[in-house]
């Protein structure tokens, strides 16, 4: 089971957000856990206080970083028990086996990560990387930003979704960990999708059709109504690739340079045909000349 953990001013926001369809049923098969941790229950401000001015001026308030500590330091603990408890269980199994386990709980439980628009731009292969882990927690900033001491003190990855600033890190989070969840074993049904949909490989999904077989004067490719697998596969790969290079040109150069077979396959393969065409059109000649 994977454990997310989220600090955050609104665990309502999060929890509704992340509890709806396919993340809901894979709460509920315990594929993965998700808890939001408010991190105003942890201030010590008698009237729930957790911002203040920044020193040096400047506009907007700023998440204080006690309040911020104390959330993640309960987290922590939760984490740390939780693995304690698995060495517990696994006590009556070998000695050496016992050791191992213990060397995890000495280690640091895991990566936290701060989101936020200077952290490293959030992609597929990131989200696979995330996907190994058993716990990650997930730190949302929000008026101006975090009290830096409590960022160098806690946080092992900066992570932003994209080159725009939104007024929370909740949305980010949320897209983040539906990115990693659905990666992780069980929560898909169909296993193949995971690894068959656009990005797995740097290339776009190939176009898709359903029911009816016209639509508005437009038909579905006759391809795919053949039955022939090993060319609908061919074809859906020449669609990826097409599509990969006209919509997204920097995806298509990282495809092209680690398939570099692929290209002398083909380029073999259109040679053939060339010759095949130019065998037919002299048959063809010689037989008009008869
Ligand atoms: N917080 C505000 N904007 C953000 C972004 N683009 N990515 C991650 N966290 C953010």
Not at 91 to 110: K, R, S
Not at 162 to 188: F, H, S
Not at 209 to 235: C, F, M, T
């Amino acid at each position: 089971m994977m454990n997310f953990h989220i600090l955050t001013l609104f665990p309502e926001m999060v929890m509704q957000g992340l509890h709806t369809s396919i993340l809901k049923r894979a709460v509920e098969k315990e594929y993965i856990y998700i808890e939001a941790v408010n991190i105003r229950d942890y201030t010590l401000d008698k009237h729930g206080k957790v911002d203040d001015y920044t020193y040096g001026g400047g506009a907007g308030m700023l998440m204080q970083a006690q309040p911020v500590y104390d959330a993640y330091r309960a987290v922590k603990g939760r984490i740390l028990s939780e693995q304690k408890n698995a060495v517990r269980i696994t006590a009556d199994c070998t000695q050496e086996l016992q050791q191992q386990e213990e060397g995890a709980v000495a280690a640091p439980p895991c990566r936290v990560i701060y989101v936020t628009p200077q952290g490293r731009t959030f992609d597929q292969a990131m989200a696979l990387e995330f996907a190994q882990e058993e716990n990650l927690v997930f730190l949302c900033g929000h008026y101006e930003g975090i009290d830096e001491r409590v960022l160098e003190e806690i946080v092992t990855d900066y992570v932003s979704i994209g080159d725009y600033v939104l007024t929370g890190g909740e949305l980010p989070a949320m897209v983040m960990i539906d990115a990693i969840a659905r990666l992780v074993p069980g929560v898909l049904h169909n296993d193949e999708s995971a690894a068959t949909e656009s990005f797995s490989d740097n290339l776009l999904e190939y176009p898709q059709y359903s029911r009816p077989e016209v639509w508005r004067d437009k038909k579905v490719p006759e391809i795919l109504l053949s039955g022939n697998h090993a060319k609908i596969e061919q074809w859906r790969l020449e669609q990826s690739i097409e599509r990969t290079k006209k919509l997204r040109p920097d995806l298509y150069e990282k495809w092209a340079q680690s398939h570099e077979e692929y290209f002398r396959k083909k380029a073999k393969t259109e040679a053939r045909e060339r010759k095949k065409a130019m065998r037919q059109k002299c048959s063809e000649f010689s037989k008009d000349t008869k």
